[in-house]
C-alpha cells in the first residue's frame, strides 16, 4: 500500500470538504479542528490534476490536512500559518516523530508537572479576568484548581530543551483546553456548557495522557509518508508569499470565508493560556495580521475592487447599514475581496504555466443579501491574467439562525489557471 493508503485505510470521510468523521484517524485527531479539510478531498484534487503536481502549496494551513496529505502522497508541502498554535499543529504533524524518546519526554514532563502545582504559577500567568475563577459576574473558562494544573504542564513543557518534542507537548496541552473548560467551542464562537458550575472537575492529568497516547500511537505511520520534508512559513500569507518560490504546481486552499468568523477570538483559548498572547497589544497584531474576514476593519476602507456584482453587493449592504447587526459589514466584504484577491495574485505568479489554483470557498448573507463568492472571484481574476476553469458546488452550509438557518449557502470549489 502507498503511504496515503496505509494512513487512510479502511477511513471513509462522510462530507467531502469538512473535518466530520476524523475523530478517530490518525494524526487529525490530535487537535479537533473545525475548519479542516477532509484529507480525501486533498487526495481527490491531488489526483484530479491533469498534470501529476511535483510542488504544493497552501497559504492557509489551518490544522494541516493539505501539507500531511500531500507528505503521504509523496509531495514536499510548502504552507503558510498565521495562527501561532496553528502553525505548530501543523508542524507537530509533519516533522518526524521520535516515538521512544517521546514516551520518555512524556513521563519525565507529567512528573515535573505534578511537582510544580503552586497557586504561585497563577501569577506567573496573567491571563484575562474573564480566563480564571472568580472571572467576570460569575462566569469564569477555567475553575482554579484546573487553571493550576494546565499551568504546571504549561511551565514543565516551556523547560523542554527539544524543540521538537515542546512543539508535540503544546499540541496535547492545546487539545485538552476546551474540554478542560467550562464552555464549549461551535461554528460561532464559545458558550458555556449547560450546568457548567456543578460540573464534575476535569481531570488534567489523564486528559493529557490520553493526549499524549494518541500520538505515540500514530508516530510510526509517520514512517510510511513518501515525503518527509515540509516548509512551514510563519505569519500573515499575504507578506510571507514573497518568501515562496516560483514553480507551484498546484496550489490547494480555503480561506477563512466572509462571514465575520474572527479566526483569533475562536482559537484564543488556546492562545492564551499556551502563552502564544501575552496581552492585548499581541492580540491586536495577531488579529491584524488574519485575512479581513471578521469585523475588526476600519470604517474609512476605500472600496476599489472591478467588479460589478461585488459592487452591487457593497452597495446594497451599506444602504442597509443600520440594519445589519454590525455596521462594518460592508467594509469588511470589501477588504475581504482585496485580501483574497491578492493571495490569489500572488500564487499565481508563482504557479508554473500549466499550474492551478483549487480554491474551497464559502458564499455568505447579510439580511438577504447574497454574496457569491466565485461569481465575484470569476469578474476579478482576468484583469489578473488569471481565469476561472471550473466551479463546482461541493456542499450546502447553513446559513446563520438570523438569516433561517437553511442549507442555503453554497460552499464551493473553484478551480483557477493562467490564460492560455
Ligand atoms: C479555513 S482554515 C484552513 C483549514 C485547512 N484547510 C485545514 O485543513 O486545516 C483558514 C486558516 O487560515 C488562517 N489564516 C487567516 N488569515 C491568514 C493570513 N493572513 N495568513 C495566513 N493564514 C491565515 C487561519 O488561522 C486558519 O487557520
Redesign the pocket.
Known amino acids: 500500500m502507498s503511504g496515503v493508503d496505509t494512513w487512510l485505510a479502511g477511513w471513509v470521510s462522510p462530507v467531502p470538504t469538512t473535518n466530520q468523521g476524523t475523530e478517530e484517524l490518525g494524526f487529525q485527531r490530535w487537535f479537533h ?1 473545525k ?3 477532509s484529507p480525501s478531498f486533498v487526495l481527490s484534487v491531488i489526483k484530479s490534476q491533469p498534470i501529476p503536481p511535483k510542488s504544493i502549496f ?9 501539507a500531511l496529505t500531500s507528505q503521504f502522497y509523496g509531495i514536499a508541502p510548502t504552507v ?4 501561532p498554535f ?1 502553525a505548530d499543529l501543523t508542524e507537530a504533524k509533519l516533522s518526524v516523530i521520535d516515538a521512544a524518546n517521546l514516551l520518555h519526554k512524556k513521563r519525565a514532563i507529567i512528573r515535573t508537572a505534578k511537582s510544580l502545582r503552586t497557586p504561585e504559577l497563577l501569577e506567573k500567568y496573567p491571563m484575562p479576568p474573564t480566563f480564571i475563577e472568580p472571572g467576570v459576574k460569575g462566569r469564569w473558562l477555567f475553575d482554579r484548581e484546573v487553571a493550576i494544573q494546565i499551568f504546571s504542564y504549561r511551565s514543565a513543557i516551556e523547560d523542554l530543551v527539544d524543540e521538537n518534542i515542546r512543539r508535540i507537548a503544546t499540541v496535547v496541552l492545546g487539545s485538552i483546553l476546551v474540554e478542560a473548560s467550562n464552555a464549549v467551542v461551535n461554528g460561532k464562537g464559545r458558550r458555556y456548557r449547560r450546568n457548567w458550575q456543578s460540573r464534575e472537575l476535569p481531570d488534567v492529568d489523564s486528559l493529557v495522557d490520553i493526549a499524549f497516547s494518541r500520538i505515540l500511537e500514530d508516530a510510526p505511520l509517520t514512517e510510511r509518508k513518501l515525503a518527509k520534508k515540509y516548509t512551514l512559513l510563519r505569519g ?3 507578506e510571507r508569499l514573497k518568501d515562496v518560490d516560483d514553480g507551484l504546481d498546484l496550489a490547494l ?4 470565508y466572509p462571514n465575520s468568523f474572527d ?1 483569533t477570538d475562536v482559537y484564543n483559548i488556546e492562545l492564551w493560556m499556551l502563552g502564544y498572547l501575552k496581552d492585548h497589544n499581541d492580540n491586536r497584531v495577531l488579529r491584524s ?3 479581513r474576514s471578521h469585523v475588526q476593519v476600519r470604517r474609512n476602507f476605500e472600496f476599489n475592487l472591478e467588479s460589478p456584482t461585488l459592487k452591487e453587493v457593497y452597495e446594497k449592504l451599506t444602504k442597509q447599514r443600520d440594519q445589519l447587526w454590525d455596521a462594518r459589514i460592508p467594509e469588511m466584504v470589501g477588504a475581504y475581496f482585496e485580501d483574497l484577491i491578492h493571495i490569489i495574485d500572488e500564487t499565481g505568479k508563482r504557479l508554473t504555466k500549466s499550474g492551478r489554483i483549487e480554491l474551497v470557498v464559502g458564499d455568505s448573507q447579510y439580511k438577504g443579501i447574497h454574496l457569491p463568492v466565485p461569481k465575484i472571484l470569476e469578474e476579478l481574476l482576468p484583469e489578473r491574467n488569471l481565469r476561472v476553469l471550473a466551479k463546482q458546488t461541493v456542499r450546502s452550509m447553513r446559513s446563520s439562525a438570523q438569516q433561517g438557518g437553511k442549507l442555503n449557502l453554497p460552499e464551493s470549489r473553484v478551480t483557477i489557471g493562467h490564460h492560455p
Not at 497552501?58 to 493539505?66: A, E, I, L, R, V
Not at 486552499?253 to 477563512?256: E, I, L, T
Open positions: 479542528f475548519e479542516a479539510f497552501d497559504p492557509f494551513s489551518g490544522s494541516g490536512t493539505t503558510i500559518e498565521v495562527n496553528l500573515d500569507a499575504r486552499f480555503s480561506p477563512p479566526y495580521q488574519t485575512l
